[in-house]
């Protein structure tokens, strides 16, 4: 039978979307299947400045500068009295890279891609939930229930799996893994902030880390209408918080640092919501038939904010694949899309292993106030440039971690 569509992809995220656009842009048939209905509420709000190249290149960045997000051009991080802001722009990038980005509410920012990639023509079915699916490459089929329960099925000559935390493919094909990293939970909101503090810049993300427990830390996005998204991290089953309500633990959080008066006046405007268990990472990334983009195929953690850049940016890898197939090329799915794509990913997992272990808190706030290399090399890095290997932090992140970290650390 002949198949409907070339490309069917599980999930209209940015990942979904961003994949969708350049594909059928390349004159590929391509069919989305969203299980939700969008608008619809989802962490991961502040972008990195490597999405917008991703966005520019897939043609969908003109809506998204109009949509009026927060601007965001870097990151403050604090810790008691220590103080620390970074300017994404003072990267070690090539010009033409971008040193901004936005702050997104990502009920909106979904939308306005999955609307622009419809739009364009890609067939985007929301309510639709895939059930099951038969892969063999060239001979794809996915079962699925649409928004009245209906059942149904798609015919694809190969599977893409961008549906985020719901990892389709992973949970059916059994290659879901736990991650390696002690498990963390965290308690989030949204607030109408009412900040009045002089000294806050909403166009920064603000990393707040716990002023005697380091491996607790706070996220603080401010959005353009007067809200932000508020969120802290600690260790899941800690016996500091046994018998206490999620509200109270945050509440204790939240007060234990300036954010209490930071937020002295803010209103919620969303119920209190948890999330534990939320790094996992996928036995392999692509196989018979289909390929895993973003969190599907694994999330580290949301310190840095890289969950969207690399969503993005194996959506593209995946698309340049897929489109030299369609234009009679080979392809090497290892080579092309699981070791570029990892070799970012390991950076940033890297980043994440020295944060929690206090080495990159020791480099981030006791790094020298000028415009060395060495600092461009770093602020790349927490800009999303993970895979410019002409970055040394980069090619030998380890390497340069520990020299840095050397470099840095207060003598005794």
């Given at each position: 039978m002949k198949p409907d569509c070339d490309i069917a992809i599980i999930g209209a995220g940015p990942a979904g979307s961003v994949i969708a656009k350049f594909l059928h842009d390349a004159g590929m048939a391509v069919t989305v299947l969203e299980a939700e209905t969008?608008?619809?509420?989802?962490i991961g709000e502040s972008l990195l400045p490597n999405c917008m190249n991703v966005l520019e290149r897939a043609g969908l960045l003109g809506a998204v500068t109009d949509a009026g997000f927060q601007f965001k051009n870097g990151a403050v991080f604090e810790c008691g009295p220590q103080y620390m802001s970074i300017d994404f722009r003072q990267n070690f990038e090539p010009s033409a890279c971008w040193g901004t980005t936005f702050q997104v509410?990502?009920?909106?920012?979904?939308?306005?891609?999955?609307?622009?990639?419809?739009r364009a023509g890609v067939d985007i079915r929301f309510g639709h939930r895939?059930?099951?699916?038969?892969?063999?490459?060239g001979d794809c089929r996915l079962g699925f229930t649409d928004a009245n329960g209906n059942p149904g099925e798609l015919r694809a000559r190969f599977v893409v799996d961008a549906s985020g935390y719901g990892r389709v493919l992973p949970r059916?094909?059994?290659?879901?893994r736990p991650g390696k990293s002690i498990e963390r939970r965290a308690l989030f909101t949204h607030m109408r902030d009412h900040i009045t503090d002089p000294g806050y810049d909403r166009e920064k993300i603000l990393i707040t880390v716990h002023p005697t427990r380091h491996e607790i830390w706070y996220w603080l996005i401010p959005f353009s209408d007067g809200t932000a998204s508020i969120g802290a991290i600690y260790p899941d089953n800690d016996p500091a918080f046994d018998g206490m309500s999620d509200q109270d633990?945050?509440?204790?959080?939240?007060?234990?640092?300036?954010?209490?008066?930071?937020?002295a006046n803010a209103e919620p405007i969303r119920d209190l919501n948890s999330i534990a268990g939320y790094s996992a990472q996928s036995e392999k990334l692509f196989g018979d038939g289909y390929v895993l983009l973003g969190n599907s195929a694994g999330f580290l953690d949301p310190v840095f904010s890289s969950g969207v850049?690399?969503?993005m940016h194996s959506a593209e890898l995946a698309a340049k694949a897929l489109i030299a197939r369609h234009n009679g090329n080979a392809v090497d799915w290892n080579m092309d899309f699981a070791e570029p794509l990892s070799k970012g990913v390991d950076t940033f997992r890297a980043y994440v292993d020295a944060w929690y272990d206090?080495?990159?808190?020791?480099?981030?706030?006791?790094?020298?106030d000028d415009d060395s290399q060495l600092k461009r090399m770093v602020v790349s890095i927490l800009a999303g440039y993970a895979w410019n290997m002409e970055n040394p932090l980069v090619a030998k992140t380890e390497r340069y971690l520990e020299m840095l970290h050397d470099l840095c650390a207060p003598s005794s």
């Open positions: 969008f608008p619809r509420f989802v509410k990502r009920a909106r920012f979904d939308q306005i891609l999955a609307g622009e990639t419809a895939v059930t099951s699916a038969q892969l063999a490459d059916m094909l059994g290659l879901a633990i945050f509440n204790q959080l939240i007060n234990d640092t300036r954010l209490g008066s930071l937020l850049t690399i969503a206090g080495r990159l808190q020791t480099i981030i706030f006791n790094q020298p």
